[in-house]
């Protein structure tokens, strides 16, 4: 696969894109390993959400890993791993071991009796092993779906009923920072909730006490103690699910979105090239973790199908001490940083000082994904990280798009800060307004919504392809409808103005505002929840919840509770930032919660609160002013 180099390219690539995107999309697919080559490039209903790219194609991703990388590129190293405690030793994974691990564990979860289509959950730690079992269930065509080892038992129980896993892969537990987190415990606590689960593969990290089931749960070391490591791919069709990755919505629980085999190959790995303009020999390291998206396409999928060297790092950017970013970077000579603007902003509260001692010489370009960078943010990371000499990648993409659709090329587009800038080639996006009319031309603002299919594109959410018409493409006709806000500048760039829906973004992470009401109220306690975000120095966006109790706690007490309940029903990352109680909530006269009125006021702004007078109970609004919390 070839990358852009120069500005005019892109433009001619972009023009191709537009008017042939199958000459465009089929000239990529070609540099890569087919076991049979497609009919057609692409069917597409945007009526139905049916999208079909290299249409009965067959291929495997790993062989486009392995095999079609190893005679280059055999001692190359894939993978570098960087353990939570600095001082145990990191790992160098060359692109021949990892292939022989990931063959070694393809077997292994062939003697579990697992086969092609059959679903494993994967709740593990930043260890190598987790890119080998993320690729072992591709090589034998499992379909897997990552749930970050954040997320309390009673998500993962969810997510693995709704997908019905047949497997889990754990570990025994988890280094993060000074803490050590009890995974298998959580994973036992969400199996008394799960029927489908036959067996439980557990990695030894932490060497903590466990339970072992006899006849579930296994040691990773003892099912590969024996296994071979030969293992020919499963013939996979372009279309065939290759993962599923639960994210959350505006209403109810979150949905498992859908990827495929080709299409995912092909964008995740282009995207990854041309953005990132990787050299052959550069080392590249993103942050993320490969709970989320970002870790599936930019730390697996895409830099290993470019034969590229990838960091994975187990720990946290504050241990052992607020340093540890930088020392990484200068330890192995990072040519591409990739991070989200709230570890940007957690650091950069830190001052200067932790920089001090480090060079950050050998970074070539510096990214940034998963929510809107503030300028403040952007000029920090553009000026005291990239030392004003590397062009900073504003990535703007969701877990549904499934790689990058707008972002400057590194190098190549003009940097603009706090712009995503210009959208990839085969990428139209197009400015709606609320009736749906496309605002054209530049300085226009409205909703983005994305008007011809890319190759890695949302195919369905799982179990409920309804569900995913009407949440993508059923509020404009014949467009994916993202839920964010958009700007076109004078320059025709793009700035994201962050969500329009009931979804909030908390330090990078999505959390849909009805899923965090009802955790809070499943407290006994709690009559009615309103939840809403509130702009967050670090964190982007916070959550402040408005809470209705009927209880003899005092407001403390029952707000602690009320936190702890949300941990336990979605995990910490969920839990409010700040609770006020109330004694109602503003309501229309048709019994709907004016939230308009409670994020101005959560937002601080409490001048401009637009016509009350349609509410059912107007006085509700001066209670809730007058006990904000600030
Ligand atoms: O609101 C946008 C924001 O993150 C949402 C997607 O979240 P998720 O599926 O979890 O994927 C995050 C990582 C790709 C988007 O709808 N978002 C993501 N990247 C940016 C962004 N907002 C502004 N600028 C970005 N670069």
Redesign the pocket.
């Known amino acids: 696969m070839k990358r852009i180099k120069t500005l005019s390219e892109y433009f001619k690539k972009y023009e191709l894109s537009e008017k042939d995107p199958e000459k465009f999309w089929s000239e990529i697919a070609y540099s890569f390993i087919w076991k049979k080559k497609w009919d057609n490039v692409l069917e597409s209903d945007f009526e139905n959400a049916d999208f079909k790219w290299f249409k009965n194609a067959q291929l495997n991703i790993t062989e486009n890993i392995f095999e079609r990388n190893l005679s280059e590129r055999g001692d190359k190293t894939a993978i570098i791993w960087e353990p939570n405690d600095p001082k145990e030793s990191p790992i160098y994974m060359s692109y021949k071991e990892l292939y022989k691990q990931t063959c070694t564990f393809s077997n292994a979860l062939k003697s579990k009796g697992i086969k092609k289509g059959d679903r494993v959950i994967i709740y593990m730690p930043m260890v190598p092993e987790a890119a080998i079992a993320m690729l072992a269930c591709a090589r034998v065509g499992a379909v897997h779906s990552v749930v970050f080892a954040g997320f309390s038992a009673a998500s993962l129980a969810d997510r693995i009923n709704d997908c019905e896993a047949k497997m889990v892969l754990t570990s025994d537990g988890n280094f993060r920072g000074n803490k050590t987190i009890p995974v298998k415990d959580v994973v036992d606590e969400a199996l008394e909730k799960c029927s489908s689960i036959e067996s439980v593969i557990v990695l030894e990290r932490t060497k903590q006490n466990i339970n072992i089931k006899d006849g579930r749960d296994f040691w990773w070391h003892e099912c590969i103690e024996d296994e071979s490591n030969i293992c020919d791919s499963e013939v996979m069709d372009s279309e065939d699910l290759l993962f599923i990755l639960y994210?959350s919505g505006s209403t109810g629980k979150p949905k498992g979105v859908v990827h495929s085999s080709a299409g995912y190959m092909v964008y995740s790995s282009y995207t990854f090239l041309n953005v990132f303009q990787y050299d052959e020999e550069d080392i590249y390291w993103c942050t993320a973790d490969v709970g989320?998206?970002?870790g599936h396409s930019y730390i697996v999928y895409g830099p290993l199908l470019c034969g590229a060297t990838t960091v994975m790092f187990e720990g946290v950017p504050t241990y052992p001490n607020v340093s540890r970013f930088w020392d990484i970077v200068d330890k192995y000579k990072i040519n591409q940083f990739y991070t989200a603007p709230t570890a940007i902003r957690a650091l950069q509260a830190h001052g200067l000082e932790p920089l001090k001692n480090n060079s950050l010489d050998s970074l070539k370009v510096i990214g940034?994904?998963?929510?809107?960078?503030n300028e403040e943010a952007w000029h920090w990371y553009h000026d005291n990280v990239g030392k004003g000499k590397c062009p900073l990648v504003?990535?703007?993409?969701?877990?549904e798009t499934g790689g990058i659709m707008i972002s400057a090329l590194a190098g190549i587009t003009p940097n603009k800060p706090a712009h995503?800038s210009l959208p990839l080639p085969g990428i139209m996006p197009v400015i709606v307004d609320a009736d749906g009319n496309e605002l054209n031309g530049n300085n226009v603002q409205g909703n983005l919504c994305i008007k011809s299919p890319w190759p890695s594109i949302i195919r369905t959410t799982y179990g409920d392809h309804e569900r995913c018409i009407n949440t993508y493409f059923s509020n404009y006709k014949g467009m994916y409808f993202?839920?964010?806000g958009v700007k076109r500048d004078h320059d025709g760039y793009l700035r994201?103005l962050?969500?329009v829906d009931d979804v909030i973004?908390v330090s990078?992470?999505?959390m849909g505002t009805a899923e965090v009401e009802n955790a809070i109220n499943e407290h006994e306690d709690v009559i009615e929840s309103a939840v809403v975000g509130y702009p967050h120095d670090i964190k982007g966006e916070g959550i402040y919840a408005y809470v209705i109790v009927g209880t003899k706690l005092n407001d403390d007490k029952i707000k602690d509770e009320i936190i702890n309940v949300v941990r336990k029903v979605i995990g910490p990352i969920a839990k409010p930032d700040k609770i006020q109680i109330v004694s109602g909530l503003p309501k229309t006269r048709s019994g709907k919660i004016m939230r308009r009125i409670l994020r101005k006021v959560a937002s601080n702004d409490f001048q401009n609160l637009g016509d009350t007078s349609t509410l059912l109970n107007p006085d509700i609004v001066t209670e809730i002013i007058d006990g904000a919390i600030i």
Request: glycine share 14%; no cysteine; net charge negative.
């Open positions: 994210t989320w998206i970002t940034s994904v998963g929510e809107p960078i504003d990535t703007w993409w969701q877990t995503a993202t839920g964010d994201i962050g969500r973004n990078g992470h999505r």
